[in-house]
């Protein structure tokens, strides 16, 4: 298998009350970058960001159908994202107003972790964690 086989392919999605503000605060406060977003106005029907260690998340603004997709709610969504600069990261996180709930802490597993929220009350969790080794 090649490395662009193996890219990351679980994309999180979820929906946003204010997803253009959401798409500024994930860029500016985490380090995620715009990749695609459509929609007119407030309105966003998809947008694309990219995590640069590979993968991302999907978003859009909340729909009075979503089509029986049951995404969740604003605020009832979490994901871990792996980075190697846990402490720099939640420093500029904070910076940029995220609201951290766990400090920076090392975890038994070997781990550094830390916790935020973004403006929509979903938790955001960071660390240095890649996994258990794969078993192919």
């Known amino acids: 298998m090649t490395e662009e086989q ?10 946003a009350a204010d997803a253009r503000g959401l798409i500024r605060f994930l860029t500016e406060a985490f380090g995620f970058t715009e990749n695609v977003v459509y929609g007119e106005g407030e309105q966003v029907d998809h947008a694309e960001l990219d995590w640069p260690a590979g993968g991302g998340v999907m978003l859009g603004s909340v729909r009075a159908d979503d089509g029986g997709r049951r995404m969740p709610a604003p605020g009832n969504f979490s994901a871990y994202v792996v980075t190697d600069h846990p402490d720099e990261l939640c420093q500029r996180a904070r910076a940029a107003g995220a609201e951290i709930i766990t400090e920076p ?3 038994d597993y070997g781990s550094r972790d830390f916790a935020a929220l973004d403006p929509e009350g979903n938790r955001w969790y960071f660390g240095t ?4 080794p794969r078993k192919d």
């Not at 193996?6 to 929906?15: E, G, K």
């Not at 964690?129 to 258990?132: E, L, Q, S, T, V």
């Open 129 to 132: 964690y890649r996994g258990a």
């Open 6 to 15: 193996r890219a990351p392919q679980v994309w999180p999605s979820l929906r």
């Open 105 to 107: 802490y090392d975890t």
